[in-house]
């Protein structure tokens, strides 16, 4: 540790962990590094709950036959694990965690806009999340969790209290929404203009665009399917003069924007990540900029390629196929500027950038079967197979998780102020990617072989596979109980961090590890010291 970087190193006693000990200072904190603890601790047991579901999914289908327990059982643990990984873990992960913490210390500010409106989302998470998980004392809901109808609106498990919850959390996905839009809008200190901004700023912030405008149109959907199973009210059901189409028109006009809610945030964090361990600016700043508004413009336009079997017409079958492969053209700008950026610069290798490598291995992997299946004579092929849940998985699953943990990784002495086992962190996180590509490689072979999704038997010839996705699975859990391990060892045991241990030029490492409570101990003129995140090229 240099002798710059212990005068710069904030005393423990005067940080952000210390200023008020007890239960009930962090329960009512309106410090917005506080909440984004607790929403990491929140999110982190979501990930653990519905990782178990996984788990216990795979090994029912370790055989062909019935193994632990019945079809219906099945059915309502694929579908509470759905739930609970994109609505209690997906959704907001990265943004309230992570998005909470970092956002106002990187536009200079020292709180969020609306402080106890940032506090109020956390628990109307936590109340959403207890009525969302309060289904399964009931018996579970056994719809999936898109809750196609009209099933889900004649099912008699326990729907209304599972539509509920999510109506609930989606209230707390559009307070975070609203709270860093105004913040980013507002309160950048002066000198940091919008061309100044971190990247991670700007996905947090196209990221919160489609929280506030997609997620009410999924509160009302739900709502709706809500009504018609509690009072039969035929809204959605053929047999009653209902329209089963139109309610996959609402669900995927939010669910599909829903997927960059998830991927947007990951790939702030990734670019963060190439840019401080490649000692180089963005090579196209710009450029990803726009691609990020792109993503989240063409986003709301794309939704009707999950329709492509449900009797659209041809017309409109080519204009959503069409539109499917812009999504892949932005996204391909951002994989060429983070393989430039690290082209450019002088590599360190650290955990972070090994997930940095397993984030771009998979979405490149994932978006390729995407744009596949974006072809409509290739998506009735696969719809509803295993191919469809293993592009899922590599792209949204694989996507956030990763990017999850190399947020955890690059920022932990930021946040923490201690560092964890470096060669711990890359044996782990080579363990992660290799365990996420052993469960959901199998799935692509499965798929394009017949197999399809939500059954709890199948016929003989399918079991090496399933076999190996199952080992694949229990390989990741460890991978990932071993991460937790020496993660919580080193917040308590670790040796202590100084101010920016990674030498980044991001505006966050200015300050003290961990930050005091109002972000920065002295006055920065950010006017004269904005760091310029463009490249020269730009």
Sequence with gaps: MSDDSEARAQPAATSFWREGDRVRDWL?????????????????????????FALLMRLELVTPEQTLFDANSYNRMFTHHGIVMVWMFMIPSIPSVFGNFFVPIMIGAEDVAFPKLNLASFWVYVIGSVFTLSALVWGGVDTGWTFYVPYSTTSLSAVVCVAVGIFILGISTILTGLNFIVTIQTLRARGIGWMQLP????TIYATALIQVLATPVLGLSLALVGLDNALQLGLFDAAEGGDPILYQHLFWFYSHPAVYIMILPAMGVISEVVSTFSRNS???????????LGIALVGFLTWGHHLFVAGISAFNVGIFGVLSMFVAIFSAVKVFTWTNTLRGGHVQFAAPLLYFFGFVFLFVFGGMSGVATATSSLDVHWHDTYFVVAHFHFVMVGGTLTGYLAAIHYWFPKIVGRVYPARLGLASAALVVLGFFCTFAPQFLLGNAGMPRRYATYPEHFQ??????????????????VTLAY?????????RADANPWHSSGFEWRTASPPPRTNFSEPIDWARDAYDYRSEED
């Design 28 to 52: 009512l904190t309106t410090d917005h590094k506080r909440v984004a603890v607790l929403f990491f601790v929140a999110t982190t047991l979501s990930l653990a709950l519905g990782g178990t």
């Design 199 to 202: 990247l991670f700023v700007w």
């Design 282 to 292: 963005s090579s196209n700043y710009r450029l990803f900029v726009i691609s990020t």
């Design 464 to 481: 090496w596979l399933h076999v190996m996705s199952t080992g694949g699975a229990l390989f990741l859990a460890m991978a990932l109980v």
């Design 487 to 495: 993660l919580l060892f080193a917040a308590v045991w670790g040796p």
